[in-house]
């Protein structure tokens, strides 16, 4: 057993402990992944908890997602992983799992709203919903491509989240700060009102996400609502 890179399998072992602490992946439950070269990417194999992984449990697949090494099977849902490594080849990590405070406004169909917290507008940005299909398939993978090059976490409709990054640490983060979000969206909303920041306030943080060297964000590159979802939380609302 190759136990090359050592240091990105004791990564990916450490997310996943943090993911399974989380209460992020319940049973066997998500998977993380780690390009190593242009052909290469490291993931975590089918049929296994998160929270127990050790270094030799991992797979090598080809960006087709045939499997190269690993004494188990690679986890089902590569296609998806490999969707993203393929469509933007900066990102060397992507890590998918199914954080219940996200998955919640995953499966209530509920954009994920902008302009109310500061770390979120800087680390996140707009996060897009992808359309619901049977995981694993073909068609599964799919639907997170218009997003590439677009977001670097992404909700998939009555399933789960994707996230990504230039490394493994900061792939897993993305998920962790749209989860510890959308569990304070859903607490601001039970008292009764979620309040937005100015259009003012929300350019002054995507200039400071420039400064920090941050991708740049879709709403600068590709124009679209400054504040996305503003109704949310609105006490006036009407149910759709
Ligand atoms: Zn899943």
Known sequence: MSLDHADIREQICEIGRRIYARGFAAGNDGNISCRLSDEVVLCTPTLICKGFMTPDDLCTVDLSGRQLSGKRPRTSEIFLHLEVYKGDPAVKSVVHCHPPHAVAFAVAHEEIPTGILPEVEVFLGPVPRAPYETPGNDRFAATIRPFVGRANTVVLSNHGTVSWGPTVERAYWNTEILDAYCRILILAR??????????????????????????????????????????FGRPDRTPE
């Not at 943080?205 to 609502?225: M, N, T, W």
Request: charged residues 35%.
């Open 190 to 231: 039970q008292i009764g009102r979620v309040e937005r920041l100015s259009a003012e306030k929300v350019n002054e943080l995507l200039d400071l996400k420039q400064q920090f060297g941050e991708a740049p964000d879709a709403r600068r590159r590709f124009g679209g609502d400054l504040i996305i979802n503003p109704d």
